[in-house]
């Protein structure tokens, strides 16, 4: 599908070496319209909305800071560690600000399936419905972390 000048300026930002060293797309060919197409529908099939993927992803991230770089147990299932990095990156859309560079890592200790993003994956996804490209080592799968955060949204 034939992209805004929005979107294709943005998608220039994310490739490698513009602001961040590996890019936010990884392999994907797509272009950002089909990325954003395609992940809106798989999170309308399951039945949750970007914001409230961002709204846990986001309560487990701050929970994790509370621990200051030591593992904590998060609602009896979901180890969280929240790794500690210098610096900061801005948004690719173009907003103002800058997003932490700390990573933080979970594991669901009833599937042993584990996942990563940073405060801007969040700030992406919230704002953007940008879960990255496929083969970015950020890429959130929507399914993975509805299942691995285990969000149920009650209607
Ligand atoms: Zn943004």
Not at 13 to 37: A, C, H, T, V, Y
Request: with cysteine.
């Amino acid at each position: 599908m034939k992209q805004s000048p929005y979107l294709a300026k943005a998608q220039l930002e994310m490739q490698p070496g513009s602001i961040s060293n590996i890019g936010f797309l990884g392999d994907d060919k797509r272009n950002l319209q089909d990325i954003l197409n395609e992940d809106a529908k798989t999170v309308a099939h399951l039945g949750v909305t970007h914001a409230q993927v961002a709204d846990v992803m986001e309560k487990v991230m701050h929970e994790g800071k509370k621990a200051f770089g030591n593992p904590v147990l998060y609602k009896d299932f979901l180890q969280v560690t929240v790794e500690s990095s210098r610096g900061k990156m801005p948004c690719p859309f173009g907003h103002p600000g800058m997003y932490p560079k700390e990573v933080v890592c979970v594991t669901n200790q009833k599937t042993n399936e584990s996942m990563c993003w940073t405060a801007l994956s969040i700030h992406m996804i919230r704002q953007h419905g940008f879960y990255q490209g496929k083969g970015s080592s950020f890429r959130i799968e929507p399914e993975k972390v509805v299942r691995v955060l285990e969000i149920v949204i009650d209607k």
